[in-house]
C-alpha cells in the first residue's frame, strides 16, 4: 500500500506527532504513523523500513530529541520528499546536512496556526500531484543486487549520506566524496550498494563502475547506456568516457559508485571535481591524501552479527545452540563475510544442522572452509576470503611480509610496534629469509638491521591496504581471522620455524623483572600476545617455549594481585624445573616459594603448607640450618601459621627468623624488618595489640630511615599501624599515615590496583568515623572509579547500586555535578546489567532528573520521567511512592495534561493507606523540587500544593484543593484506563 507521508518522530515528541496525525488524517490522506501501524509481534525494523520505501513524503518533527535519534534520520534521509516541521528549537540548531536542501518548505509548527496548516497541506498536494518516481528509471547502471539480510550497518548509512551533503571544502573532490576503506570481507561493497538502495529517490540517476573491468571500459559503457543513439557511430572508448566525465561534472545530482579502486593515483582522475555528482568508492587501499576523505569500517556489532546469522542461515538458536551462535560469531571475529559464508554453509545443508556442528567442522577443516566463495546473498562476492587476502598481501615489501607473519602468531589484540623496533636484528634475518627461502640462507652473513624509519614504513604499507589496523602511533591490531589466513598460507617445512621465531621475538621483549612497577606499561599490551603463545604451544608443543614465558607471567600477576590469574602460570614454572632438574636448586625453590604464597593468598592454607615445607627441606639440603634462604623459608612458614591461627608454632618461628636474620643480615636489612612487622602482625591478629604496636613501629621506623617513602614496604607496613591505631581510637595519626600510603599507591601502581583500592576504603571508614563526610565521598568515588578501570572486575547490581547511592549523598551536601556522575554511571551499568526495561531503571531516571531539576536542565529532566514513566515494568505497582513522585514531577513538566494526572492521583489516593513515604522522601530529598514549583508556580498552585502534600505524607492538604475547578470537575479515572500502554 501506498502512503502520502511518513511521520517521523523522537519517542519523546509522541505528542506532537499524535496531534499532527489526528490533522492529517482528516484531510483523507493516508498517514505512515508507527502507532497506529505496528503491532505486537511485527518486525518493527522491518515494517518501517517498508513505510519508509511506501511514502512520498516524510515529516520530520523537528526538535533536539529528533536531531540525536540516528533511526528518525534514518527514516527521514531517503525520503522522494521531506517536510521539515519545526516543533522545539531553531533551524540551525535542529536541522542537519541532508535536509538544508529542504529549507524552502519548512514550516515553523511552534505555533500551530491555521496559515501553517494551510501551507503544510499545499505542500503535501504538490508533491502528490507529481509523478511517482520510478527506481528503474534512476538506476541506470549498478552491479548487484542488495543483500536481503543487510543488518548492522545503519548508523554507517547516516554518517555518509550526512557527510556527502555537507557543505562542500575548498579541496579536490569539492568535499562530495567519500571513500569507503577496509579489507577485503569487511562489507565495503555491500554497504556501497545498500547505499544506493536506501537512498535511490535522493539521485536521478545511479551508476556503479566495477574498476577490475577498467575504468576507462565502465564509463564507455555508461555512455552507451545513456545514448544509445551514440553507442555505434564509431567513437572511441577514450571519447565516450570523457564525454561521461564531462556529464558527470554537471549540476545534476547523480550518485556514481566506484568499486574496487585500487589507489589513488588510478582513481583520482576518474572522479567528478565540481558539480552535484556524489561519488562513493569501496577500496582496500587505505593511504589516500588528505583531499579524498575516506571512511574506514570495521566489524559488525555483535547483535547484529547474531541477527544476521540466525536469519541467513534459516535457523533460529535458542538454548545450546544460541550460545554455539554466539561462539561462531566471536570465533569468525565480526567480520561480515566469514558470518555470511557461514550462515550461508548452514543454510545449504539442510534442517537438523545448527551452530554447533559448523563449529565443530571449521575446528577441522579451517583453511577449506576460508577458501570458500561466498554466495550470491553477498553480493556475489566473487573471491574467497583466503584468495582475497593472499592478494592484498602478495603486494607488500618484504619487511612488511615479515612483520604480518610474525603478527600471524600473536594474540588478535592490541600490538606494540616497539615489538618490532626492538627486534630489529630477528627482523632483518626472517626478512633474509623470506627472500632467500629458510634453507638457502647463508648463515654466517649477518644481515643488516632494519632502522625505525624503515620498520614504520613497512607498518604503513600493511596499514595502506587494510591489513592491519593503527590504534595509535605506537600500536597496531590484525583482525583474527587475516592472521589465520596468513598462518595457513605457510609451508609444512617452515611452519615451526616461524612460530619458534613469534616466541623468540616476544620473549626478547618480555620485561627482565615483572614485579617493578616500571614495566608494567609494557605488559598493558605485550600481556595477551605472552599468553597467547604459552597457552597454544603449551598444548601443541611443536616449538619449545621458554620458561621465561610462565615465570614472568606469575611474578606480574602477582605484584598485580591477580592470584588466581597468576596460579596456573607459578605451577608451570615448578613443573619446568622438576621436570629439568630432580635435584633442588636456588631457581626451582624460588619457584616452589612463589607458588607456596600464591595458594596462600588464594587462602589454601594446606597447599601452600606443602610447598612452604618443600621450600625449606630444600634450603636446608642446599645452605644448612642457618642458611640466609632457610631463614626466609622459617619467616615464611611464621605467616602461614599466623594465618591458621597456629600462634604457639608461629611464635618460635618468627622468633628464630628474626634473631637469625639479625645475626646474618644485620637489624636494618630489608627481610629482618619486615619480619619484625609480620610478628606484630601475628600479635595483632592474635588480638594482642599492646604487643603488636612495638614491633609494628620498630619494622615502620627502620623502613623510613633505610629505604624511605618510596618504598612499597614501607606503606604497607604503615597500613598495619594505621588499623592498630584505628581501634585505639588514635584517629589523626592513623589518618596521615593511610593518606600518604594512599598518595603512594596511586602515583606507583595507579588507582586500580588492589593494594590502592584497599586503602581507600580503610581511610574513607576513618574519615567517616572522624565525621569528615566529603573528604570520604570523593575516596569512594576515586574507588568506584578505580573499580571501573579494572577490566577485570565484575560490574554487578551491586556497582551500580553503590555509584546510585554516592551520587545521592553528594547531592546532599549539595556537590552536585558529582551526583550527576555518579548516577549516570549507575544508570549505564544498570541499563547493561538488568537490561533497559527493568523498573530499576526507572529509579535511576528518576533520581537522575532531580539532579537535572536542580541544574535548571528541565528539558532533559522532563524527557527521562517521560521515559521512566514509560517502562513496561515500573508501571504496574501502582502504589509505590516512587510511581507517585514520577507520574507528579512528569505532569508538573508537561503543564498541559495536569489534569488528567491529578485525576489519576485522586483514584490513588483511594486505594486506601499508601506505604510510609517520610523515609523514602528523607533520602530523595524531593524539598529542592517543592521548591522548584513553589518559586515557578506561586503559594497557591493547585500543583505546588499536590507536590507539598505528596512530599509531607500530609494528604489532609488536599482539601485546599476543592476551590480549584481543575480538581472539582475532575471525575477519578479507571485504573484500567489511567495505568494502561
Keep these: 500500500m501506498a502512503y502520502d507521508c511518513f511521520i517521523s518522530y523522537s519517542s519523546s515528541d509522541l505528542k506532537f506527532a ?93 505555533s500551530l496556526s491555521e496559515h501553517n496548516w494551510k501551507r503544510l497541506f499545499n505542500a503535501i498536494n504538490r508533491v502528490i500531484e507529481q509523478p511517482i518516481p520510478q527506481k528503474t528509471n534512476k538506476i541506470i547502471h549498478l552491479h548487484y543486487r542488495t543483500n536481503d539480510y543487510f543488518v548492522g550497518r545503519e548508523k554507517e548509512l547516516i554518517r555518509i549520506h550526512e557527510e556527502l551533503h555537507s557543505n562542500p571544502t575548498a579541496s579536490l573532490t569539492q568535499g562530495r566524496v567519500r571513500v569507503i576503506t577496509a579489507n577485503g570481507g569487511y562489507g565495503k561493497t555491500t554497504l556501497a550498494r545498500h547505499y544506493a538502495e536506501k537512498f535511490w529517490k535522493c539521485y536521478t540517476q545511479i551508476f556503479w563502475v566495477d574498476t577490475r573491468l577498467g575504468y576507462e571500459n565502465e564509463f ?26 564531462q556529464e558527470f561534472n554537471s549540476q545534476e545530482k547523480r550518485l556514481l559508485i566506484l568499486d574496487n579502486a585500487d589507489d589513488e593515483e588510478t582513481a583520482v582522475k576518474w572522479i567528478p571535481k565540481s558539480g552535484g555528482c556524489h561519488t562513493i568508492l569501496t577500496s582496500r587501499f587505505a593511504g589516500w591524501s588528505a583531499s579524498v576523505k575516506t571512511f574506514p569500517i570495521w566489524l559488525l556489532d555483535k ?52 551452530f554447533s556442528d559448523y563449529l565443530e567442522i571449521y575446528n577441522e577443516a579451517e ?133 619458534q621465531l613469534a616466541v623468540i621475538l616476544v620473549n626478547n621483549y618480555i620485561p627482565s623483572n615483572s614485579s617493578e612497577p616500571a614495566s608494567w606499561p609494557c605488559w598493558r599490551h605485550l600481556l595477551r600476545h605472552v599468553e597467547h603463545l604459552f597457552n597454544v604451544f603449551e598444548k601443541d608443543p611443536i616449538v619449545s617455549v621458554p620458561v621465561n614465558y610462565p615465570k614472568q607471567l606469575a611474578d606480574f600477576y602477582f605484584y598485580k594481585s591477580k592470584y ?16 629439568d632438574n630432580r635435584i633442588y636448586n636456588s631457581d626451582m625453590l624460588n619457584a616452589i616459594h612463589r607458588l607456596g604464597y600464591y595458594y596462600e593468598r588464594l587462602g ?40 591458621e591461627r597456629n600462634y604457639e608454632e608461629a611464635i618460635p618461628l618468627y622468633e628464630s627468623a628474626i634473631q637469625g636474620m639479625e645475626e646474618k643480615m644485620g637489624g636494618d636489612n630489608y627481610e629482618t624488618l619486615i619480619t619484625i612487622n609480620d610478628l606484630g602482625w601475628l600479635y595483632y591478629r592474635k588480638g594482642d595489640y599492646q604487643a603488636a604496636e612495638p614491633y609494628y613501629r620498630k619494622s615502620l621506623i627502620g623502613l623510613e630511615k633505610h629505604y624511605g617513602l618510596e618504598y612499597r614496604d614501607t606503606h604497607a607496613v604503615s597500613h598495619n599501624l594505621a588499623l592498630l591505631l584505628e581501634l585505639k581510637g588514635e584517629l589523626d595519626e592513623a589518618e596521615k599515615l593511610w593518606q600518604r600510603a594512599v598518595n603512594f599507591s596511586i602515583n606507583n601502581f595507579g588507582v586500580d590496583h588492589e593494594d590502592t583500592k584497599l586503602l581507600i576504603s580503610s581511610l574513607s571508614d576513618l574519615l567517616v568515623k572522624k565525621g569528615e563526610k566529603e573528604k570520604s565521598l570523593d575516596l569512594e568515588f576515586l574507588k568506584n572509579k578505580a573499580y571501573e578501570q579494572d577490566p577485570d ?82 508501571k504496574h505497582d501502582i502504589t509505590s511512592p516512587r510511581i507517585l513522585y514520577v507520574r507528579l514531577t512528569t505532569a508538573i513538566l508537561q503543564k498541559d495534561s495536569t489534569g488528567v494526572y491529578i485525576g489519576q492521583l485522586k483514584t490513588l489516593f483511594s486505594l486506601g493507606p499508601l506505604p510510609d513515604y517520610a523515609e523514602v522522601s528523607a533520602t530523595w530529598e524531593p524539598v529542592h523540587f517543592v521548591e522548584y514549583l513553589r518559586t515557578n508556580l506561586g503559594d497557591d498552585n493547585s500543583d505546588f500544593l499536590l507536590a507539598l502534600a505528596d512530599v509531607t505524607n500530609d494528604f489532609n492538604l488536599l482539601w485546599i484543593l476543592d476551590k480549584y475547578d481543575i480538581w472539582k470537575n475532575q471525575e477519578p479515572v479507571s485504573l484500567d484506563v489511567a495505568w494502561s500502554n
Excluded at 561462539?327 to 557461514?342: D, F, N, W
Design 220 to 245: 564507455a559503457h555508461i555512455h552507451d547506456l545513456m545514448y544509445p543513439d551514440l553507442a555505434n557511430i564509431g567513437l572511441k572508448e577514450s571519447d565516450k568516457a570523457s564525454r561521461i566525465l
Design 303 to 354: 547483535e547484529p552479527t547474531l541477527q544476521f546469522l540466525q536469519q541467513r542461515s534459516g535457523f533460529k538458536a535458542e538454548g545450546d545452540e544460541l550460545e554455539a551462535c554466539c561462539k561462531l560469531a566471536e570465533k569468525l571475529g565480526y567480520l561480515p563475510l566469514a558470518i555470511e559464508q557461514a550462515a550461508a554453509y548452514i543454510f545449504k545443508q539442510g534442517r537438523g544442522f545448527g
Design 18 to 110: 499524535e496531534s499532527l496525525y489526528n490533522k492529517l488524517s482528516e484531510q483523507n490522506l493516508k498517514i505512515w504513523f508507527d502507532k497506529t501501524r505496528l503491532e505486537p509481534g511485527f518486525d518493527w525494523y522491518k515494517e518501517i523500513e517498508k513505510g519508509c520505501e511506501n511514502s512520498r513524503i516524510v515529516l520530520p518533527v523537528l526538535t533536539p530529541r529528533w536531531k540525536n535519534s540516528e533511526w528518525t534520520k534514518y527514516e527521514t534521509y531517503g525520503a522522494e520528499a521531506v517536510i521539515p516541521l519545526i516543533f522545539e528549537g531553531a533551524w540551525e540548531n535542529i536541522s542537519t546536512p541532508p535536509l538544508e536542501q529542504f529549507q524552502a518548505e519548512v514550516i515553523d509548527f511552534k
Design 604 to 643: 589454601n592454607y594446606q597447599e601452600a603448607g606443602v610447598y612452604y615445607e618443600e621450600e625449606l627441606r630444600g634450603r636446608e639440603q642446599l645452605e644448612g640450618a642457618r642458611g640466609v634462604g632457610v631463614l626466609r623459608a622459617t619467616h615464611r612458614l611464621a605467616c602461614l601459621k599466623g594465618l
Design 793 to 874: 572486575y565484575e560490574k554487578t547490581e551491586q556497582f551500580a547500586i553503590d555509584l546510585n547511592n554516592l551520587g545521592l549523598e553528594y547531592r546532599k551536601i549539595g556537590r552536585i555535578n558529582e551526583a550527576e556522575i555518579c548516577i549516570r554511571k549507575a544508570l549505564l551499568y544498570d541499563i547493561k546489567i538488568r537490561g533497559g526495561d527493568h523498573p530499576k531503571i526507572a529509579h535511576r531516571l528518576n533520581n537522575l532528573s532531580s539532579i537535572l531539576l536542580m541544574q535548571g536542565k528541565h528539558n532533559e529532566a522532563k524527557d527521562n520521567l517521560i521515559n521512566a514513566w514509560n517502562l513496561k515494568n515500573f
Design 564 to 579: 588466581s590469574n597468576g596460579l596456573v602460570y607459578a605451577q608451570k614454572v615448578v613443573e619446568f624445573y622438576k621436570n
Design 367 to 499: 583453511k577449506d572452509l576460508l577458501a570458500l566463495r561466498a554466495s550470491s546473498g553477498s553480493t556475489e562476492y566473487p573471491d574467497s576470503l583466503f584468495s582475497t587476502w593472499k592478494a592484498s598481501i602478495q603486494k607488500m615489501p618484504n619487511g612488511a611480509k615479515v612483520i604480518f607473519r610474525l603478527c600471524s602468531f600473536l594474540a588478535a589484540t592490541p600490538i606494540p610496534l616497539d615489538l618490532f623496533i626492538k627486534n630489529g636484528g630477528i627482523l632483518a634475518e626472517c626478512t633474509r629469509m623470506m627472500e632467500a627461502g629458510i634453507t638457502d640462507c647463508a648463515e654466517n652473513q649477518e644481515p643488516e638491521k632494519p632502522s625505525k624509519f624503515l620498520i614504520r614504513q613497512w607498518k604503513d604499507a600493511l596499514i595502506d591496504y587494510s591489513l592491519i589496523h593503527q590504534l595509535d602511533a605506537d600500536t597496531i591490531i590484525v583482525h583474527a581471522l587475516v592472521q589465520g589466513v596468513e598462518r595457513l598460507s605457510i609451508e609444512k617445512n617452515e611452519y615451526n620455524v616461524w612460530a
